[in-house]
């Protein structure tokens, strides 16, 4: 029963800026951990930016540096991803990975069914 769910996703002008969402759903304590990854078409998954301990650590891929901000509200159990200045290079699926402290005490990690970015003229 538990999940995530990316929303957000869309089609941008080069420059332009997206929020993406990542909602988490059921019987859920806590976001431990969330990450942002990305898939283009014919490629391989790639690491865009994680935050662990309430915001106090997060680390972003360099291609994103700068103009990305991740973000999480515990207490929504939603996590955020700003992206501002897209690319067209940015055009992917994204996904969020979420380490969960389920309301059991226990622990698990899922995928999102990912939101597409098309950033384009």
């Known amino acids: 029963q538990v999940q995530l769910v990316e929303s957000g996703g869309g089609v941008v002008q080069p420059g332009g800026s997206l929020r993406l969402s990542c909602a988490a759903s059921?019987?859920?304590?806590?976001?431990?951990?969330m990450g942002w990854y990305r898939q283009g078409p014919g490629d391989q998954r790639e690491f865009v930016a994680r935050?662990?301990?309430?915001?106090?650590?997060?680390t972003y891929a360099d291609s994103v540096k700068g103009r990305f901000t991740i973000s999480k509200d515990n207490r929504q159990n939603t996590g955020y991803l700003q992206m501002n200045n897209l690319r067209p290079e940015d055009t992917a699926v994204y996904y969020c990975?979420?380490?969960?402290?389920?309301?059991?005490?226990?622990?698990?990690?899922?995928w999102g069914q990912g939101t597409p970015v098309t950033v384009s003229s």
């Open positions: 990975n979420a380490d969960l402290t389920l309301n059991s005490n226990g622990h698990r990690r899922l």
């Open positions: 059921g019987s859920i304590f806590s976001i431990n951990e």
């Open positions: 935050i662990v301990n309430n915001g106090g650590y997060t």
